[in-house]
């Protein structure tokens, strides 16, 4: 199994109301939102220095 298979199944058994389809997308979602934050701190940080 991959992280991205164990944490849907960690959703999954907290929120057993839950799809496996509906978890892949809550997942994907955040995983998104942890990539903008990531990419926003790397870009402010590269436009001070230098």
């Given amino acids: 199994m991959t992280a991205f298979d164990t ?3 960690e959703l999954i058994a907290k ?3 839950l799809t496996k ?3 892949i997308k ?5 995983n998104d ?3 903008q ?3 926003a701190r790397t ?8």
């Fill in 21 to 23: 389809d509906e978890a």
């Fill in 26 to 30: 809550i997942i994907t979602e955040k």
């Fill in 37 to 39: 934050k990531r990419n």
């Fill in 7 to 9: 944490k849907v199944e």
């Fill in 43 to 50: 870009n402010k940080g590269g436009v001070n220095k230098g």
């Fill in 33 to 35: 939102r942890k990539k």
């Fill in 15 to 17: 929120h057993p109301h």
